[in-house]
């Protein structure tokens, strides 16, 4: 059965089990997803079958309500043993109400079938071909005016990183909290959900630091190797906020704040005194990594002439405010890229005073977009540097490229962000 004939009885069937079969209970230790690794756009002649797609619709209805297992929290995340850790960016999912929300800015003879699914469907995909250690979604998960029920959307949302087991960690955008749920109770929903590494923010500074979400998760060395209990690549995760609460900057979007980059700040020296110390002090610092939705101000500085890889196809969205994080993280040094979303139709990475600017490009269907410009995911790999006892030793590279949701799933714009200094 070709899937475009299949997708409008797929949303009937959604919208039964919406109906009637949320007071199923599932284990998560047994359900799996199915492989939707065939299923494209509406107009690729795929095929999958009419059960299976009715057991999706049901996972990911029943996801809703279903009874939340122990969270990720306190898992430690390590290089692989092949020496790389494989991180996947979803920027903008905007994800609302499933088969029945329609699709933005796709071609004509896909709007009549496309919807939420085709998102939930890419990102099953792009999971099944990367095989990522760790998946990152940069806000706007949810298009928080047009969802009906905050905690069914976000869970309908997550459910392709819940269901493949991999670890996962969220932060917000400028649209997640315009549903039923503030900022705050989106995080403290987030954070029971299973495999997520989210926190509603970290234990040391909550009592002073801005936002919800705000979070470090640090990459351990290869197993077996004499860094397995040292980080050796460090991840940062902001909360940008949503709108300016300024009374003269009022519809303008946030920034992020003076606590946060204190918290940066400190969380950064102690994790370079850490890499410094016994055991198996290490010279330097160890890189980073930063997460956020809203791009700051030095973003404009490049367009698709002068950047490194990728395209501008629309202004940067960043606050008329610069806070000085651009400086604070040149300052500092340890991090080496931010990678953003906010700005669909923007993919591009360009290098400024040694740090990467990156959009990761609109993933969802119900964001805006462009007809015939494909969805797209942003994957950064890491690399480690290979011992002349053959073991693994410290960050040697990190790479990137990006995935489109056409029939192959292309790779385009592969690029080297950064790579260590010869020892």
Not at 245 to 260: A, M
Request: hydrophobic fraction near 35%; charged fraction near 20%; include cysteine.
């Amino acid at each position: 059965m070709n899937f475009r004939g299949l997708f409008p009885f797929g949303v009937f069937l959604h919208d039964i089990a919406y109906k009637h079969f949320c007071n199923v209970r599932l284990d998560y230790n047994q359900i799996h997803l199915i492989d939707l690794g065939s299923i494209t756009m509406a107009d690729n002649k795929t095929k999958t079958s009419l059960f299976d797609f009715f057991l999706l619709s049901v996972f990911l209805v029943c996801l809703c309500l279903a009874p939340v297992p122990a969270s990720a929290q306190g898992r430690k995340l390590s290089f692989g043993v092949n020496g790389q850790f494989k991180i996947l960016q979803v920027a903008d999912m905007h994800y609302a109400n499933g088969g029945t929300t329609r699709c933005q800015n796709v071609l004509p003879s896909q709007m009549a079938h496309c919807s939420d699914l085709n998102t939930t469907a890419f990102m099953s995909r792009v999971i099944a071909a990367e095989k990522p250690d760790l998946i990152v979604f940069t806000g706007d998960n949810i298009f928080g005016s047009n969802v009906k029920d905050a905690v069914k959307s976000m869970n309908a949302a997550f459910a392709p990183a819940i269901a493949a087991k991999i670890p996962w960690v969220a932060v917000l955008g400028n649209h997640d909290q315009e549903s039923t749920l503030s900022r705050q109770e989106l995080m403290k929903h987030i954070v029971k959900l299973p495999n997520t590494l989210s926190k509603v923010n970290p234990p040391e500074a909550a009592h002073y630091i801005d936002g919800f979400g705000n979070n470090n998760l640090q990459i351990h060395g290869a197993v077996e190797s004499s860094l397995h209990n040292k980080s050796v690549l460090n991840l940062y995760f902001l909360d940008s906020g949503d709108y300016s609460s300024i009374t003269s900057l009022s519809k303008k979007y946030d920034w992020i704040k003076t606590s946060q980059q204190f918290w940066f700040d400190q969380t950064s020296k102690r994790l370079q005194k850490e890499y410094n110390k016994e055991p198996n002090p290490q010279q330097g610092t160890a890189p980073g990594l930063a997460y956020f939705h809203i791009p700051f101000p030095e973003f404009w500085s490049f367009d698709s002439k002068n950047a490194s890889k990728g395209v501008r196809q629309e202004e940067t969205g960043s606050a008329t405010t610069n806070s000085g994080f651009f400086t604070t993280l040149v300052d500092r040094g340890d991090v080496k890229s931010v990678f953003v979303g906010h700005d669909h139709l923007n993919d591009f990475c360009g290098e400024l005073k040694g740090l990467n600017l990156c959009y990761g490009g609109g993933f969802g269907y119900h964001a805006y977009g462009k007809a015939g410009w494909e969805r797209r995911a942003r994957v950064v790999v890491a690399d480690l540097n290979k011992k002349g006892t053959g073991s693994w030793g410290d960050v040697k590279s990190i790479r990137t490229w990006k995935r489109l949701d056409d029939q192959h799933l292309s790779v385009i714009d592969e690029q080297v962000l950064w790579t260590s200094s010869p020892k």
